[in-house]
């Protein structure tokens, strides 16, 4: 599952790659700043969205 952070006034999404040989965890990481005319109920669903297209 992804992790998100607020940014000022864009999102970090992160999300788990499993381990490396070396056991060291990796990650990916993905910044979506939403547009400005969008509403709070808007920003979440597309953030959500993003965030299931950026695991996949």
Do not use: H
């Amino acid at each position: 599952m992804a992790s998100i952070e607020k940014r000022g006034d864009s999102y970090r999404i992160i999300v788990s790659c499993g381990y490396d040989n070396n056991d060291k965890k990796l990650v990916e990481k993905m910044t979506w700043s939403p547009p400005p005319e969008m509403t709070k109920k808007q920003v979440a669903k597309e953030l959500e969205r993003q965030a299931y297209e950026f695991e996949q």
